[in-house]
Every structure is written in C-alpha cells, then in structure tokens.
C-alpha cells in the first residue's frame, strides 16, 4: 500500500514537474534572451521577424534556435532602454501612476463596502450585493462603451482619472472580501462589543487583521490585473504620451527585438516582487478562504 501511495506521489510530482517547467519557459526565455547581441538574436529568430515583415501569407521554412544561454552577456539592451531611450521609462511610469493609486484605493474602498456588507442587516443587503456579482461577472469590454461615454460627460476622457476612477470603485474586491469576513466567527465582533468597542474599532482591530491574508492576495491580483491592462489606455488615453508600457510594448518592431527582450524583463520586475513578497499570503488566502487561526 506504502509502495502505491509513493508510486502515486512519484507520478504526481513529475507531472506537476514538467508542466511548472512548461510554463515557466518563456519567462526564463525572456530573461535569458535580454542578454543576448542583436547579431545573435537575429541568427537565432531572424527568420521570424523577416517573414513577418514581408506582408501577406508566409511560412517559415528553417527552424528556430531557442537558447537559453547566450553565447556572451551583453547589458547594450538594459543600457539602451534605461539611459538612451526615455520613451520606455516614461511609459515605465506611467503604469506605475495609473496602477499603484487603483490598488491602494480599490482595497481602501472594499475593506470598507465589505465590513458593511457583513454588518448591515437591511432587506436591501442581498439585491445590492447581487447587483455587484453581476458587474464583476461582465467582462471589461461590455462596459467600455459606458465608461468611455460617462468620461467623456464627466471631462475625464483623455485624462488619467477615466483610468482611476473605474478602477478604484471595481466590484471584485469587495465580492472576495465580502465573502471573506463572512467567515469570521461572529464570536469575536461580541467580544468586541462588550468590551465597548465601537464599529470602527471592530472594522480596524478585529476584522483587518484577521483578512490580512485576503488583502494581499487580492492587492496582487488587481496589481497584476491593470499592471496588464491594454483595452482601457486605448479607448479612454487617445494620448500616446499618457499610456502605459503595456500598450507601448505592442508598437516595438521587429528591428528591435533586444529592446522587446529587454523591456519584457524590466516590465515583469514589479510583478514578480510584489508576488514573491506576499506569496505566503496569497497561498493562505487563496487555500485558507478566510479561516482564523487560533
């Protein structure tokens, strides 16, 4: 029995194995390739990008060189994009402006909407809370065309703020967090209250530190969420100057595939530590959903 069950595990962990290696591939390619002279690079895929560039249907007749390790380490790409070329950095930027302000406010905002919605006890709780379920179900690209018209009567279109604002009041934090603080024993919020705690002490000392795990999961996964965002910056920012990297990086040409490899890099920086430093957390909020730990 002992043999199977280690047999079993054996087998499972392969799997899980190789298909981590799978999808971290094209990360570790990315990296890997940053580092590589443009001459190398276009001995290994310049047969890619010069068949894109002859227009119309093509194939591609010779096989493609993927390597992992280039032959010499070269920092020409990180030196171009960082010192020589201020475009990427602006667009760098960008990202960061429109993004951070969105993750801080968009928790803010659904810490708060969900304690109200876990407290209050009104006829009128479950159709509102329906109605935020049905807006986070809807994809982005259904409510474009409203938020582009309500931006446009408001004065925001072509401002930062027709970004922000739909972002920071977004329904997906306060469904999680909703749930969440419903599984918080009732218990503690009457201990709470009989030792004369009001509601923003309950809020701020009895229900924040027990989501501690909720909120990090969730500020990861709206960073991640509009640090990607390409759909909005192209309908609500006409202005090139203001978009963010994500939009930017689809106008490199094939010419400059080292920058491509480069600013890829640089652009998965924020993300990667951002999940590295709260991946504890976003484990046990994910797998714990909202249990206390005694």
Same mark, same amino acid.
């Given at each position: 029995?002992?043999?199977?069950?280690?047999?079993?595990?054996?087998?499972?962990?392969?799997?899980?194995?190789?298909?981590?290696?799978?999808?971290?591939?094209?990360?570790?390619?990315?990296?890997?390739?940053?580092?590589?002279?443009?001459?190398?690079?276009?001995?290994?895929?310049?047969?890619?990008?010069?068949?894109?560039?002859?227009?119309?249907?093509?194939?591609?007749?010779?096989?493609?060189?993927?390597?992992?390790? *280039?032959?010499?380490?070269?920092?020409?790409?990180?030196?171009?994009?960082?010192?020589?070329? *201020?475009?990427?950095?602006?667009?760098?930027?960008?990202?960061?402006?429109?993004?951070?302000?969105?993750?801080?406010?968009?928790?803010?905002?659904?810490?708060?909407?969900?304690?109200?919605?876990?407290?209050?006890?009104?006829?009128?709780?479950?159709?509102?809370?329906?109605?935020?379920?049905?807006?986070?179900?809807?994809?982005?690209?259904?409510?474009?065309? *409203?938020?582009?018209?309500?931006?446009?009567?408001?004065?925001?279109?072509?401002?930062?703020?027709?970004?922000?604002?739909?972002?920071?009041?977004?329904?997906?934090?306060?469904?999680?967090?909703?749930?969440?603080?419903?599984?918080?024993?009732?218990?503690?919020?009457?201990?709470?209250?009989?030792?004369?705690?009001?509601?923003?002490?309950?809020?701020?000392?009895?229900?924040?530190?027990?989501?501690?795990?909720?909120?990090?999961?969730?500020?990861?996964?709206?960073?991640?969420?509009?640090?990607?965002?390409?759909?909005? *910056?192209?309908?609500?920012?006409?202005?090139?100057?203001?978009?963010?990297?994500?939009?930017?990086?689809?106008?490199?040409?094939?010419?400059?595939?080292?920058?491509?490899?480069?600013?890829?890099?640089?652009?998965?920086?924020?993300?990667?530590?951002?999940?590295?430093?709260?991946?504890?957390?976003?484990?046990?909020?994910?797998?714990?959903?909202?249990?206390?730990?005694?």
């Amino acid at each position: 029995m002992k043999k199977k069950r280690y047999f079993s595990r054996t087998v499972i962990f392969l799997i899980c194995a190789f298909f981590a290696v799978i999808f971290l591939m094209p990360t570790v390619l990315t990296i890997s390739n940053s580092f590589m002279t443009q001459s190398e690079l276009n001995a290994n895929y310049g047969v890619i990008f010069a068949s894109g560039q002859q227009g119309g249907t093509s194939y591609i007749s010779e096989k493609v060189n993927l390597k992992f390790i *280039p032959d010499k380490v070269s920092f020409d790409q990180y030196k171009t994009v960082l010192f020589m070329s *201020p475009d990427y950095l602006l667009k760098f930027w960008n990202s960061v402006i429109l993004v951070v302000p969105i993750v801080i406010f968009q928790v803010a905002i659904a810490s708060i909407a969900a304690y109200s919605f876990t407290r209050w006890r009104g006829k009128a709780r479950a159709f509102i809370f329906f109605f935020y379920v049905i807006l986070m179900l809807m994809p982005y690209q259904v409510t474009l065309v *409203p938020n582009y018209l309500v931006s446009e009567w408001l004065g925001l279109l072509d401002t930062r703020w027709a970004i922000i604002l739909p972002g920071i009041f977004a329904p997906f934090s306060v469904f999680l967090l909703t749930k969440f603080m419903r599984r918080i024993p009732y218990s503690l919020i009457e201990a709470a209250k009989i030792d004369g705690a009001g509601e923003w002490s309950v809020f701020a000392k009895v229900c924040m530190p027990q989501c501690r795990a909720a909120l990090y999961s969730i500020a990861i996964l709206v960073f991640i969420d509009y640090w990607n965002m390409v759909e909005q *910056p192209l309908v609500l920012l006409p202005d090139a100057e203001k978009q963010p990297l994500s939009v930017y990086l689809s106008t490199i040409n094939s010419g400059e595939v080292g920058l491509a490899f480069a600013i890829a890099t640089i652009y998965m920086v924020p993300t990667l530590l951002l999940f590295l430093h709260g991946e504890e957390y976003l484990v046990e909020g994910i797998a714990t959903q909202g249990s206390v730990k005694g």
